[in-house]
Nanobody, 116 residues
Framework: QVQLVESGGGLVQAGGSLRLSCAASERYVMGWFRQAPGKEREFVGGITKSGGYTDYADAVKGRFTISRDNVKNTVFLQMNSLKPEDTAVYYC?????????????WGQGTQVTVSS
């Protein structure tokens, strides 16, 4: 049973930063998604097993950074220059068909709220 445990969400003012963590029971290609109220879940970014390649949605490119610690099987989402429109529940996911689609395993989600 693959387990993904997220942490690090919270409330931050616009322009601030947060770092989310996702601890996995095994090493996979990993991704981050988010879902705002009334909207569909959307891809935020992904990272390969080695960490040598990352992919980002245009909305977060240049502001968010994904990294990983393969000793601890943990993936991080560093979010800088946060905007109110980044407010959402953020999910980590693992073992996809492609880095943007087909993720098989999901975390429980963590709330990120950005105040203006």
């Amino acid at each position: 049973q693959v387990q993904l445990v997220e942490s690090g969400g919270g409330l931050v003012q616009a322009g601030g930063s947060l770092r989310l963590s996702c601890a996995a029971s095994e090493r996979y290609v990993m991704g981050w998604f988010r879902q705002a109220p009334g909207k569909e879940r959307e891809f935020v970014g992904g990272i390969t097993k080695s960490g040598g390649y990352t992919d980002y949605a245009d909305a977060v490119k240049g502001r968010f950074t994904i990294s990983r610690d393969n000793v601890k099987n943990t993936v991080f989402l560093q979010m800088n220059s946060l905007k109110p429109e980044d407010t959402a529940v953020y999910y980590c996911a693992a073992n996809p068909t492609t880095i943007r689609t087909g993720y098989r395993y999901w975390g429980q989600g963590t709330q990120v709220t950005v105040s203006s």
